[in-house]
Every structure is written in structure tokens, then in C-alpha cells.
């Protein structure tokens, strides 16, 4: 175990000479609280590299332990005291203990309850939202903070990337088109962007995630028919969830099932769920609209960057960026759908409407252009919105129509801009 946990204090350490991005979620991990500090998010979306920047950054100092690590398979509960001693011994005292992908301990919670018992600072990293939260929830009695992290937004990247995001000039311009291009196609990983094989790797990614995260931890029988839809299901995203469906497409016995397989790939962080907006309470609970975490996971077959792939990529960046900034906002997040049409997104405040927001990747063809608006539209007269945003591609224009104002903008340059300000009674998205 001494040798285990050596090992990963060197690897943690190579981290201070690697060139990191600062994100925004970082100055959500509150190093003096005494809550524990949950950073939880789907495999290989930075969740480490963030606590430790987090830890560096307030200069304390801590141990660390990863258990996420192969020869730590079958660990229990009670060998965590073991785990402590010997942290001791190779960190000297601290008050601040890092824990790394800590679900895999059953019976984690208890030895976590413990030490904030103790006043120790603790820090716990995980991809399973169902473990996490619930056990936290039933056994530290509301003493955590749950901080979620998505793969890189477009800014990240293009720090990342060293591309400037703040220049208007158009060769500035010109570079930001272009990374959004291999953004677009790769996605927002980390690591994606030091690797050559971008496609052997979220295979990899996938296929762990799958065995490791939802076929071990849930005892799942029939393993095939669950990946079968689990691909399925990434192929088609963005896609409304109709669990009669997908029972009857894979042969499930029973809708149950179904449900249940979705379900451990939202828990996952696989799947991200969108509810369908609705004025009652019961219909926001079904037809829910998933998509892929990242564009990374979508569809990895040959042509996968043709025809309508690149509208179903552009919409499901747009829908992370919105869900990572309307969390932390306390705003909600919808899709309008009816039988007169559909509008992507709808942002709320409580029960107040503060933007409608269509995506399509091409808007120069007249039908197109004419669906689009009109999902604006649908969206204006139900909930009374006048805050309509079409995003595109690459167009950029101010539409009027029927009374009503739409704004045209670039994917790219609203991923940049986006902020939300909430004034009194009236709110701009």
C-alpha cells in the first residue's frame, strides 16, 4: 500500500511542470469550508488536474490517494484507516485530503463522515452521480458541495490551443473559426489534445466507462443488449428518450429496463437529460431529450462529419455550454416541443422565460431558415418571450418578423460571449 501510494504522489507531482488550463470551476472548490468538496463529471474530464490547481493555487498542503488505480481493485472500507496511516507517513501532517474516483470504496461515505468529523479538509473527485450524491446526501446530512465539470468549453480549448479569444481583428477571427472547426470534430477531452489517435482513444474511453462505471457497479446481465443501445443512443443523440421504443427496438422484456440502462448512462455522465418544457409539473418529467457529454462520444463511424451530423454536433455543444452555465446560475433548462413545432432550448428563472434559443448548423436554404424561425416564433407566443437567439455555424444577422425580433449568431462567438444578468424583475440571457 506504501508503495502503491508513493507512486501516486510522484505521478501527482510530474503534474506542477505540465502546462494546465485554469477553469472556471476552480474557484468553486472553497478550500476552508467544512463541507466536503465534490468535483464530479464524466472519466478523463479534468477532475483531478482541477482539484490539485485548486489545492496548489491556496499554497496548503495535502495527501493524496487515487483509487482509480488497478491494484486497488476489490479495496475495502476498513483498510481506509490503513490508507490514512500511511499518508501520514508520506505527506507528514496536513489537514486537507484529496480523494480521487472514491466511489469505487463501497462504504466510502463512512470514512469520509469521519474525518470531516475531525475537521479535516476533504476534497473527493467521482463519475457516478447516483453514488455520490446519494450516499452524500443520506450520510453527510447536506455537509458537501457537488462542483460539476464537463469536458473543455470552446474557451478552454482555445487557451489550451493558444488562440486569442479576445482580439477583433480578422486574422484573429480567422483563427478562432478554424479552432472551432477541430472543436466541432474532436470535442473538449483533455487529452484529445496531445494525442494523435482521437478515435482509438474515446473507444477506449467508452468501453471503459461502460465496463467499469455501469456493467461492474450494477451487475448488468445482458452486456451486449446494453451497449447496443448505449451506442445507439450516442449515435442518434441529440434524441427525446421514448423508453417503449428503445424496448421494443433492443427486445428488452420490459420497458423497466430500458429505463433503468438509461438512467446508468446519465449517472454516468455519458447522457446529459433535457426536460421538455411544460407549465405542469408532470409532463416535464417525461420525453426527456439526451445528449452526448461531449461531441467526442457521438457517432464514430466514417461519415460522421456529413449531412445532418454537424447540425446534431452544433446543437450539442451549444446544449453543454448551456447546461455548464445555467447550473451554476441557478437557471433551468428546456426544450420546447409541440405538435405545431419545436425550439431547442428554452432557459428559465423559476417560471419566467429568459431567452428562446434555436441552433442549425446552415441557414441558407429557404426551408431551413423558415423552420428555424418559426421554432422561435412557437416559443415567443407560448411562453412570451422576446429574447430570440438563432445560432448558427457561421451566419450572423438581425432578423424581424411577425413583431417579433431575432438575433442571428456564429456558434463559435456566442460560446465566448455567453453571460447571464439578472436584474430585479427582468433577467437578460
Aim: charged fraction near 30%.
Amino acid at each position: 500500500m506504501e508503495f502503491i501510494l508513493t507512486d501516486q504522489q510522484e505521478e501527482l507531482e510530474t503534474r506542477a511542470d505540465e502546462v494546465l488550463c485554469h477553469r472556471q470551476e476552480e474557484q468553486l472548490v472553497d478550500t476552508k469550508s467544512t463541507q466536503a468538496q465534490v468535483v464530479i463529471g464524466v472519466r478523463r474530464s479534468g477532475k483531478s488536474t482541477l482539484c490539485y490547481q485548486a489545492l496548489q493555487s491556496k499554497g496548503v498542503k495535502f495527501a493524496y490517494a487515487d483509487f482509480d488505480d488497478e491494484r486497488l481493485i476489490d479495496f475495502q472500507a476498513s483498510q481506509l484507516n490503513d490508507v490514512l496511516e500511511i499518508l501520514y507517513k508520506i505527506y507528514g501532517d496536513f489537514q486537507y485530503l484529496f480523494l480521487d474516483e472514491i466511489q469505487n470504496v463501497e462504504g466510502w461515505h463512512l470514512f469520509v463522515n469521519r474525518m470531516l468529523r475531525k475537521k479535516m479538509h476533504v476534497i473527493i473527485t467521482g463519475s457516478n452521480a447516483k453514488l455520490l450524491s446519494g450516499e452524500l446526501a443520506t450520510h453527510l446530512s447536506g455537509r458537501n458541495k457537488e462542483i460539476p465539470l464537463y469536458p473543455f468549453s470552446f474557451k478552454e480549448f482555445c487557451t489550451m490551443k493558444e488562440v486569442d479569444t479576445d482580439r477583433r481583428t480578422t486574422k484573429a477571427e480567422a483563427f478562432r473559426r478554424a479552432a472551432f472547426d477541430e472543436y466541432l470534430k474532436q470535442g473538449g477531452f483533455p487529452e484529445l489534445l496531445t494525442i494523435e489517435d482521437n478515435k482509438g482513444y474515446v473507444s477506449t474511453l467508452v468501453e471503459n466507462i461502460f465496463k467499469r462505471d455501469i456493467e461492474q457497479r450494477y451487475k448488468i446481465a445482458y452486456k451486449t443488449a446494453f451497449e447496443q443501445l448505449a451506442h445507439h443512443l450516442l449515435n442518434v443523440s441529440p434524441a427525446i428518450v421514448v423508453t417503449t421504443d428503445l424496448a421494443s427496438l433492443f427486445h428488452f422484456k420490459s420497458e423497466h429496463t430500458a429505463k433503468n440502462y438509461v438512467k446508468y448512462l446519465k449517472e454516468a455522465y455519458m447522457l446529459i437529460g433535457i426536460p421538455k418544457y411544460s407549465q405542469k409539473s408532470k409532463q416535464r418529467t417525461v420525453q426527456e431529450k439526451v445528449y452526448a457529454v461531449d461531441v467526442a462520444m457521438m457517432d464514430q463511424s466514417e461519415n460522421a462529419f456529413a449531412g445532418e451530423n454537424l447540425g446534431h454536433r452544433l446543437e450539442t455543444i451549444v446544449a453543454i455550454h448551456l447546461i455548464r452555465k445555467c447550473k451554476a446560475d441557478g437557471l433551468d433548462v428546456y426544450y420546447l416541443n409541440d405538435r405545431s413545432g419545436e425550439c431547442d432550448f428554452v432557459v428559465c428563472k423559476g417560471n419566467q422565460v429568459l431567452q428562446a434559443i434555436q441552433v442549425s448548423y446552415d441557414i441558407s436554404a429557404e426551408k431551413t431558415r423558415k423552420r428555424e424561425i418559426n421554432g422561435l416564433l412557437l416559443a415567443a407566443r407560448q411562453t412570451k418571450c422576446e429574447n430570440l437567439l438563432l445560432l448558427t455555424d457561421h451566419e450572423s444577422e438581425d432578423i424581424e418578423q411577425d413583431g417579433h425580433r431575432m438575433k442571428v449568431q456564429p456558434v463559435y462567438e456566442w460560446c465566448i460571449e455567453l453571460g447571464i444578468c439578472v436584474k430585479g424583475k427582468s433577467a437578460k440571457l
